[in-house]
């Protein structure tokens, strides 16, 4: 029996240090604070992450490349015209300022030409947006004195703001509205509706 139990020492001795060896190989590898995530785990999440990342720089960068992809629609009876290749859009109305000159007759005439008027202007806003535009240059505006009444090119009576001025056609400038001889040639203002 001692023999039985020598050897019974020994195996548990030898199973001992099979499982120390073991344990100190398993330590040997591990770090501490050292998370161990399995290989193919972090390649797939790695790669996972990555695309994220690329379809998130691509979408941000499509919208502003290809605006026009991202634009929303709009139904067909609340179309919105902008005002053509140099026209100044304001409260629904299109601006052409001219850079030549002319008499008050050929600048309305040239207004004609492009669907328009020599400019209307309806409101105090108006106003003050289109004196920000033409500087100190005069330009003709449509309103003209037929010898009796101040009326605007499309016929309307003027009852807007005051004008100065002893001429019988109207122009308009960064400080004022005012009126001088329609035979002088200055710049003109065209506007019509927007569409």
Not at 48 to 75: D, R
Not at 111 to 133: N, P
Not at 138 to 148: A, F, R, S, V, Y
Request: glycine content about 6%; overall charge neutral; proline content about 3%.
């Amino acid at each position: 029996m001692h023999s039985e139990d020598c050897s019974l020492t020994e195996n548990s001795s030898l199973e001992r240090g099979r499982q120390n060896n073991a344990a100190s190989l398993h330590f040997a590898t591990h770090h501490e604070g050292s998370l161990q995530v399995p290989i193919p785990c972090a390649v797939v999440n790695v790669v996972i992450i990555t695309m994220l990342v690329i379809a998130l720089v691509a979408l941000s960068v499509g919208q502003y490349n290809c605006p026009a992809q991202y634009k929303p629609s709009e139904s067909s009876n609340n179309r919105v015209v902008s005002c053509s290749d140099d026209w100044i859009g304001y409260q629904r109305k299109c601006y052409f300022i001219s850079n030549a000159t002319k008499n008050w007759t050929l600048a309305q005439n040239s207004c004609f030409k492009l669907g328009a008027t020599l400019a209307l202007i309806d409101s105090e806003e108006d106003m003050t947006f289109l004196k920000r535009y033409v500087g100190r240059a005069e330009h003709w505006i449509g309103l003209k004195n037929d010898g009796q009444k101040w009326k605007w090119a499309n016929g309307n009576e003027f009852n807007r703001f005051n004008l100065t001025g002893s001429g019988n056609c109207a122009f308009l400038n960064s400080t004022e509205a005012s009126s001088t001889e329609c035979g002088k040639s200055l710049h003109w203002i065209c506007s019509k509706p927007l569409k």
